[in-house]
């Protein structure tokens, strides 16, 4: 499984990006897909998750802010974040995985992007 995230960037607070990671050497039948972000000096933490059915699932401080989505065709997975902050500054990561009750399981992680958002 090789994952490979892109699209992080500058941007000043209220502005928008999308990332994108193509996901090689995964179903998106049967695998469940996730971003995670880790901020300088913080834990890495989860963000977002699509399930292979297509349920989604966010951390709440970015409920209604960012949208994650998956296109089957091109194996990719997106992470549209509108309405930045400066705490979404961090390093974005791509992880498929399980999605359980309530928590989402890595089994890969791809490398990084990095979003830095300022005032």
């Known amino acids: 499984v090789q994952l490979q995230a892109s699209g992080g960037g500058l941007v000043q607070t209220g502005g928008s990006l999308r990332l994108s990671c193509v996901a090689s050497?995964?179903?998106?039948?049967?695998?469940?897909m996730a971003w995670y972000r880790q901020a300088p000096g913080k834990e890495r933490e989860f963000v977002a998750a699509?399930?292979?059915?297509?349920?989604?699932f966010y951390r709440d401080s970015v409920k209604g802010r960012f949208s994650i989505s998956k296109d089957a065709t091109d194996s990719t997975v997106y992470l549209q974040m509108n309405s930045l902050e400066i705490d979404d500054t961090a390093m974005y990561y791509c992880?498929?995985?399980?999605?359980?009750?309530?928590?989402?399981?890595?089994?890969?992680w791809g490398r990084g992007t990095l979003v830095t958002v300022s005032s």
């Open positions: 992880a498929a995985g399980r999605l359980g009750l309530g928590a989402f399981s890595p089994n890969y």
């Open positions: 699509v399930g292979w059915r297509g349920g989604t």
């Open positions: 050497g995964v179903n998106f039948r049967r695998d469940d």
